[in-house]
């Protein structure tokens, strides 16, 4: 089949601006779309097909936008169950492979727009289909037979998303049992440096990858499936910080591969060195320095946080790779970890999430916390944010009260010249009777001070 259009790494970044945008697939507008990939046995598909489910391009009005599923089938003898994962994740970086198209985020959250150009080349979903194919079955060759059906008819797409979503938890459940301490390599995944290229994506059983669509699991499937891919291994190395979740390994590979950009990454943390945002996390974290806690937003969640902004305008201040204290992109599935931004303060930080995100995590939230964390209906900005807490006795609230005083400076100080000029924030916290974050803002306040540097 003669495709109206070329494909190839080279058209990766391709960016379809409003004015320029044929139609529009999925995306923040239309609320039913999802992409799903499942591994079937060799009888049970019929390679090569193509099958659309309601209006095809040519039917569709110009400016229009339209539900939108993916449902990519395969088969091969060397598939394995966690490789589904992979295979779903690719398509993101195939569709992207074809001129004038442009494919946004994954799994429930897609958002694609095709080309006015491509349109009057001729563009439609069976070409698309058959260009997909063919990629999928030239990049992995474990796949061996492979079928797609796109899907526009918005009562279809409803049903398709329901059973997607059933599929990734099941998938995120199963990856839910490991922890760091039990493997030896992590996987990395390099897939958004096409969009961000100084971003490494860290994924450790604890740690999902923060589209939210790659779970350790899924990174050796895909190291396995594909060892020339985007996705590698990472050995761990030497532990450096467990709390803060810092490990040579990463540090190694991090700086490596985003050009020297980022020279240190900590796992579990949203200061400091914080782990780098690509553009397509699920979620993010934002520092409210008003009440000294950490509010999470989610990418389907339109309406603005408490500090005044949606997650729009929080998601440009952090993404493209850079490595931004006080916000940090993340998998809504992170929420669930067991380190989840242990070095901060864990669930015991976060003070503002949307009521949707709290359903999503719910059991994950620890029971004496989930009446304390304000919602959108709790709290819509900070002074009605800080009320909530005070009423609810959120444990924020007690770091308000900290004040640094002359005296907690010098017992710094003296702490300081015992230690011959060196400072080990736990043990100074220890010794001093407050906690680390309290021995930083003292630290602070010698700078100012001009006594320490
Ligand atoms: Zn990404």
Same mark, same amino acid.
């Given at each position: 089949?003669?495709?109206?259009?070329?494909?190839?790494?080279?058209?990766?970044?391709?960016?379809?601006?409003?004015?320029?945008?044929?139609?529009?697939?999925?995306?923040?507008?239309?609320?039913?779309?999802?992409?799903?990939?499942? *591994?079937?046995?060799?009888?049970?598909?019929?390679?090569?097909?193509?099958?659309?489910?309601?209006?095809?391009?040519?039917?569709?009005?110009?400016?229009?936008?339209?539900?939108?599923?993916?449902?990519?089938?395969?088969?091969?003898?060397?598939?394995?169950?966690?490789?589904?994962?992979?295979?779903?994740?690719?398509?993101?970086?195939?569709?992207?492979?074809?001129?004038?198209?442009?494919?946004?985020?994954?799994?429930?959250?897609?958002?694609?727009?095709?080309?006015?150009?491509?349109?009057?080349?001729?563009?439609?979903?069976?070409?698309?289909?058959?260009?997909?194919?063919?990629?999928?079955?030239?990049? *992995?060759?474990?796949?061996?037979?492979?079928?797609?059906?796109?899907?526009?008819?918005?009562?279809?797409?409803?049903?398709?998303?329901?059973?997607?979503?059933?599929?990734?938890?099941?998938?995120?459940?199963?990856?839910?049992?490991?922890?760091?301490?039990?493997?030896?390599?992590?996987?990395?995944?390099?897939?958004?440096?096409?969009?961000?290229?100084?971003?490494?994506?860290?994924?450790?059983?604890?740690?999902?990858?923060?589209?939210?669509?790659?779970?350790?699991?899924?990174?050796?499937?895909?190291?396995?499936?594909?060892?020339?891919?985007?996705?590698?291994?990472?050995?761990?190395?030497?532990?450096?910080?467990?709390?803060?979740?810092?490990?040579?390994?990463?540090?190694?590979?991090?700086?490596?591969?985003?050009?020297?950009?980022?020279?240190?990454?900590?796992?579990?943390?949203?200061?400091?060195?914080?782990?780098?945002?690509?553009?397509?996390?699920?979620?993010?974290?934002?520092?409210?320095?008003?009440?000294?806690?950490?509010?999470?937003?989610?990418?389907?969640?339109?309406?603005?946080?408490?500090?005044?902004?949606?997650?729009?305008?929080?998601?440009?201040?952090?993404?493209?790779?850079?490595?931004?204290?006080?916000?940090?992109?993340?998998?809504?599935?992170?929420?669930?970890?067991?380190?989840?931004?242990?070095?901060?303060?864990?669930?015991?930080?976060?003070?503002? *999430?949307?009521?949707?995100?709290?359903?999503?995590?719910?059991?994950?939230?620890?029971?004496?916390?989930?009446?304390?964390?304000?919602?959108?209906?709790?709290?819509?900005?900070?002074?009605?944010?800080?009320?909530?807490?005070?009423?609810?006795?959120?444990?924020?609230?007690?770091?308000?009260?900290?004040?640094?005083?002359?005296?907690?400076?010098?017992?710094?100080?003296?702490?300081?010249?015992?230690?011959?000029?060196?400072?080990?924030?736990?043990?100074?916290?220890?010794? *001093?009777?407050?906690?680390?974050?309290?021995?930083?803002?003292?630290?602070?306040?010698?700078?100012?001070?001009?006594?320490?540097?």
């Amino acid at each position: 089949m003669e495709l109206p259009f070329e494909i190839g790494p080279q058209f990766e970044g391709e960016r379809i601006r409003k004015d320029d945008m044929y139609i529009e697939l999925g995306g923040p507008k239309v609320k039913a779309k999802a992409e799903l990939a499942k *591994l079937r046995k060799a009888d049970e598909i019929e390679d090569g097909r193509v099958e659309v489910k309601g209006l095809d391009i040519g039917e569709m009005e110009e400016g229009g936008r339209y539900p939108f599923g993916i449902f990519v089938e395969v088969a091969g003898e060397k598939l394995e169950e966690d490789m589904e994962g992979v295979v779903e994740r690719r398509i993101h970086e195939y569709c992207n492979f074809i001129e004038g198209f442009m494919h946004l985020n994954q799994r429930y959250d897609i958002w694609c727009r095709l080309s006015k150009e491509a349109h009057a080349k001729g563009f439609n979903l069976k070409y698309m289909g058959q260009a997909l194919i063919k990629l999928f079955k030239s990049e *992995l060759p474990i796949i061996e037979k492979m079928q797609v059906t796109f899907i526009t008819d918005e009562k279809e797409v409803v049903e398709f998303v329901g059973n997607a979503k059933k599929t990734y938890e099941a998938r995120d459940a199963r990856a839910r049992a490991l922890s760091e301490e039990e493997v030896d390599e992590f996987y990395a995944c390099l897939m958004c440096q096409s969009f961000a290229p100084t971003h490494v994506c860290i994924i450790t059983p604890e740690r999902m990858s923060l589209c939210g669509s790659i779970s350790w699991l899924e990174g050796r499937a895909a190291t396995r499936a594909d060892p020339k891919g985007t996705n590698f291994p990472v050995q761990k190395g030497e532990l450096l910080d467990a709390i803060k979740g810092e490990y040579a390994g990463v540090n190694e590979v991090v700086a490596e591969r985003s050009d020297g950009e980022t020279e240190r990454c900590y796992l579990h943390s949203m200061f400091g060195y914080p782990h780098t945002s690509c553009g397509c996390f699920e979620s993010l974290a934002f520092y409210i320095p008003e009440v000294d806690g950490i509010g999470v937003v989610h990418r389907e969640y339109p309406g603005d946080t408490p500090i005044g902004v949606p997650f729009s305008r929080l998601a440009a201040q952090t993404g493209g790779g850079r490595q931004g204290e006080g916000i940090l992109g993340m998998a809504i599935e992170y929420m669930r970890s067991r380190k989840f931004l242990q070095a901060d303060g864990g669930w015991d930080r976060i003070v503002w *999430l949307p009521k949707s995100a709290k359903e999503m995590v719910g059991d994950a939230i620890p029971e004496e916390l989930r009446e304390r964390i304000a919602m959108e209906d709790d709290a819509t900005d900070i002074d009605s944010l800080k009320a909530f807490l005070e009423k609810k006795a959120h444990p924020v609230v007690q770091r308000w009260g900290f004040e640094v005083t002359e005296e907690l400076k010098n017992k710094l100080i003296a702490y300081i010249e015992k230690r011959e000029g060196e400072i080990y924030p736990e043990e100074a916290a220890k010794e *001093l009777g407050i906690s680390e974050d309290q021995v930083m803002k003292v630290i602070d306040g010698l700078r100012e001070d001009g006594i320490l540097e």
